[in-house]
Structure formats: C-alpha cells, structure tokens
C-alpha cells in the first residue's frame, strides 16, 4: 500500500512540476514578445516624420505649378512625364504610411496590455491551463504582425523621401524654367 501511495504522489509532483516548466517557458515567451513590442515602439519614435507634411504641401504646391504655367508636350516628352509621376507618388506614398502608422501607434498599446493581460493570467493559473499555449502564440502572430508593419512603414517613409529628395531639383529645375 505504501508503494502505490508513493508511485502516486511522485507522480502527482512530476505532473507539477511539469506544468510548472511549462508555466516558465510561457512566461519566458512573454517576456521575449514583450522585448519586441518595446523595439518595435523604439523603431517607430526613431522614424522622422514630422517633415512629411510638409514634404506633401510643397509636392502638390510643385505639381499646381507646373500645371498651371507649362505649355511644353507633356504627352510626348516620356521622361518628364515619369518623372512627374514619380514626384506625385511621394504624395500617394506618405498618405497610405500616415494611415499604416496610425494602426501601429493604436496597436502596440493594445499589444502591451494584452501581454500584461496574459501574463497575469498565465503567472495567477486563470482560465484553461490548456489553453495557454494557443493564447501566447496568438500573440505571438500579432507581434509578428506588428513587426512586419513597422518595417513596411519604414520603408515607404525611406522610399518616399529618397523620391523627394532626388527629384526635387529637377522639378525646382523645371518650375525655374516656366513662365510666371
């Protein structure tokens, strides 16, 4: 009797220990996730776009320019065409990363209180212990989401500002040359 009252119980305190490894490992996750959030929030406050306003008022100031006082063949001069084209692209492209940043700024808050939620969870053995492990990568996905937005921001902020400023000149070359 007293062996099977032994198996029992070692039985009984593998079994918890086990969930608590898994517990650790859990939380271990969410202090990675965490760590990214907090990089991604730092990447998105080191991005410069206070200018980016700016950069689309003097492109559509540019673009009415040149519509109201060029007289040239615009629809046989190619390269000046494309590069006009490009040149409103700017405009086009810091709008659409205006309307991603915003989702990332309401994002990463969210994201944060919902780690803080879980870990709470997790750390107090609130809800499905089973569940756990379909809980952190949900949120794991959405960090990764979060990642791969900021990175797409970045880039079209980057592109958007290469265009402007190699362009720039050349329209400022080209308004030089109109007829006020």
């Not at 809800?127 to 990642?147: H, I, M, P, S």
């Not at 937005?149 to 720039?168: A, F, G, P, V």
């Not at 050349?170 to 308004?175: A, E, H, T």
Request: proline share 2%; net charge negative; hydrophobic share 35%.
């Amino acid at each position: 009797m007293k062996q099977i009252f032994f198996a029992v119980l070692t039985l009984g305190i593998t079994l918890v220990s086990c969930k608590d490894q898994e517990i650790e490992k859990h939380l271990s996750t969410l202090d990675e996730l965490e760590t990214s959030v907090d990089e991604i929030s730092a990447r998105m406050d080191a991005i410069k776009d206070d200018s980016n306003g700016i950069m689309i008022a003097i492109v559509r100031n540019d673009l009415t320019n040149i519509q109201k006082h060029y007289t040239g063949p615009d629809t046989t001069n190619i390269a000046l065409g494309t590069m006009l084209t490009n040149y409103k692209s700017v405009r086009k492209i810091i709008a659409g990363a205006a309307k991603n940043k915003q989702k990332i700024d309401k994002a990463i808050p969210e994201e944060r209180e919902q780690l803080s939620k879980l870990r709470h969870d997790i750390a107090e053995g609130v809800n499905d212990r089973e569940a756990y492990g379909q809980f952190v990568l949900t949120e794991k996905t959405n960090v990764a989401q979060l990642d791969t937005m900021s990175l797409l921001y970045e880039r079209s902020i980057n592109k958007s500002r290469n265009l402007y400023y190699t362009l720039k000149p050349k329209v400022d070359s080209l308004i030089s040359t109109l007829e006020f």
